[in-house]
């Protein structure tokens, strides 16, 4: 008897992990390499909410757990590329993502499973901006320099 094929969900966190300072961190993918992002990931049938999906996302690609996590309650909408489409249901072309960010004190070391990330850097956000290959991931880093401007902090 074959297994039913579980379909990833369209739905995800992008997690801007950042300090006070608005340094950013930068993770590189190991199936990619050149593409430096913030943590991402899908949703699991099992998380209770977004704010869930973050924490486990969080866990998983950098072992930070010390820190503030805010919903930003932004969302972006996008076309899942054709390569990836597979991964989930017949007919789902795409993906809804949900923005977080993740404050903590300093920069800390992640530590990274190498399946899915080689390297990670700590950057400034303007030049975290110009290296990341996602451009939702980019707006999500603007965005993250406005928040402190109007709230005196990153929250």
């Not at 930068?26 to 593409?35: C, D, K, N, S, Y």
């Not at 789902?92 to 499973?113: R, S, Y």
């Not at 400034?124 to 980019?138: D, G, H, I, L, Y």
């Amino acid at each position: 008897m074959l297994a039913a094929m579980t379909f990833k969900i369209p739905e995800s966190v992008l997690v801007v992990v950042h300090t006070p300072a608005l340094e950013v961190l930068l993770i590189e993918r190991a199936a990619q390499p050149g593409f430096w992002q913030s943590v991402t990931g899908s949703r699991e049938p099992d998380d209770a909410d977004l704010a869930a999906t973050a924490w486990r996302e969080l866990r998983e690609e950098t072992g930070l757990a010390t820190g503030t996590l805010t919903d930003w309650r932004l969302t972006n909408r996008y076309e899942i590329w054709p390569q990836w489409r597979a991964r989930y249901a017949p007919g789902v072309t795409h993906n809804t993502e949900h923005v977080f960010g993740f404050e903590v004190e300093q920069v800390a070391v992640a530590t990274l499973d190498p399946a899915e990330h080689t390297a990670q850097l700590w950057l400034p956000w303007q030049e975290a901006m110009v290296k990341v290959f996602s451009p939702t991931n980019r707006d999500a880093l603007w965005q993250l320099s406005r928040r402190v401007g109007r709230r005196g902090s990153a929250a």
